[in-house]
């Protein structure tokens, strides 16, 4: 499987941003599919997961409320629509396959840098 993410890039405060993931030599139907983020020193940090069986979608605290995973099936497109963005949110995000929604990826992008700032 190969995870290409697009869409970043630098925005101020309060503003948005529309993150891609184009999946490759996979059928993105069966997959539950995560985006996460690391900052520079810090850890990575599950912000969405949206899980294919349940047909549930799941937000990290942080991000509930600003952002909004969605995929589209017939293109292997996945989105992550960035809201109401703050500084704490300045990362590298990756798109990520995760077998059970529980934060361990199974493959994931090079990521798109965001970088949020006045």
């Known amino acids: 499987v190969q995870l290409a993410e697009s869409g970043g890039g630098l925005v101020q405060p309060g503003g948005s941003l529309t993150l891609s993931c184009r999946f490759s030599?996979?059928?993105?139907?069966?997959?539950?599919i995560a985006w996460f983020r690391q900052a520079p020193g810090n850890r990575r940090e599950g912000v969405s997961c949206i899980n294919v069986i349940e047909g549930s979608k799941y937000y990290g605290d942080s991000v509930k409320g600003r952002f909004t995973s969605s995929k589209d099936n017939n293109e292997n497109v996945v989105y992550l629509q960035m809201n109401n963005l703050k500084p704490e949110d300045t990362a590298v995000y990756h798109c990520?396959?995760?077998?059970?929604?529980?934060?361990?990826?199974?493959?994931w992008g090079q990521g798109t840098q965001v970088t949020v700032s006045s």
């Open positions: 990520a396959t995760d077998e059970f929604c529980t934060g361990a990826y199974i493959s």
């Open positions: 030599g996979v059928a993105l139907a069966h997959y539950n």
